[in-house]
């Protein structure tokens, strides 16, 4: 089992690009969740999704989206970056409510210049 | 409004000693608390966690201890070995709403010296 796999692992964009960043997991979860984590800041939820087809916004969704089309996969769009979504990106998934443990991928440095 | 503070962004111990991390909390609500680890370049790993109506849970090296009444939890390592250098994450999980969304604080450092 790979867990919880995130593509790609770093990417520079400049002002006004977009880009997307792939999550794939392989342990059937039904919950999947994007966090970005900013220097001496803790983890914060962007976007999150309870199941395929359905997403719905975090602590932080502004300038982001995200799409479920599978169940194993959820993507994380930015259509305009901005230097302030400099960050690093991660991607969890959960089996749910009774499953509380979330499994993390890697993470995708992101610099915006 | 942070619901989750961890007030020490660092903490040396010597290879042997006991670690003690501490986490308080504004949100009655939560259901459980957990503690994730976080190596450089490596996405946050689950270590331990402890229900809202425990007040102890323990994994080997790693103890959580909960006080409600002070809102306040803290996480033990004994013996603390090099390998436990490492970020360490407290959060907070409330099942009001259907996602089971964790609450993070900003995490402290941990260092264990040889």
């Known amino acids: 089992n790979a867990g919880v796999t995130q593509t790609p692992k770093f990417r520079v964009l400049k002002t006004g690009q977009s880009m997307t960043l792939l999550c794939a997991q392989d342990?059937?979860?039904?919950?999947m969740y994007w966090y970005r984590q900013d220097p001496g800041m803790g983890l914060r939820l962007i976007h999150y999704s309870v199941g395929e087809g359905t997403t719905a916004k975090g602590e932080v969704p502004d300038g982001y989206n995200v799409s479920r089309l599978k169940k194993q996969n959820f993507l994380l769009g930015l259509e305009s970056a901005a230097p302030s979504q400099t960050s690093v990106y991660f991607c969890?998934?959960?089996?749910?409510?009774?499953?509380?443990?979330?499994?993390f991928g890697p993470g995708t440095r992101l610099t915006v210049t | 409004d942070q619901q989750v503070k961890q007030n020490s962004p660092s903490l040396s111990v010597q290879e042997g000693r006991i670690s003690i991390l501490n986490c308080d909390y504004t949100?009655?609500?939560?259901?459980?608390f957990l503690w994730y680890k976080k190596y450089p370049a490596e996405g946050p790993t689950f270590l331990i966690s402890?229900?809202?109506?425990?007040d102890k849970n323990e994994d080997g090296r790693f103890t959580v201890f909960l006080n409600k009444s002070a809102k306040h939890l803290s996480l033990h390592i004994v013996p603390s070995q090099p390998g436990d250098s490492a970020v360490y994450f407290c959060?907070?999980?409330?099942?009001?709403?259907?996602?089971?969304?964790?609450?993070f604080g900003k995490g402290t450092k941990l260092s264990v010296k040889p």
């Open positions: 342990m059937n979860h039904e919950y």
């Open positions: 969890a998934s959960s089996s749910g409510p009774s499953g509380y443990e979330q499994y």
């Open positions: 949100n009655s609500m939560f259901d459980y």
């Open positions: 959060a907070g999980l409330h099942y009001g709403g259907s996602q089971g969304n964790l609450i």
């Open positions: 402890i229900s809202s109506i425990k």
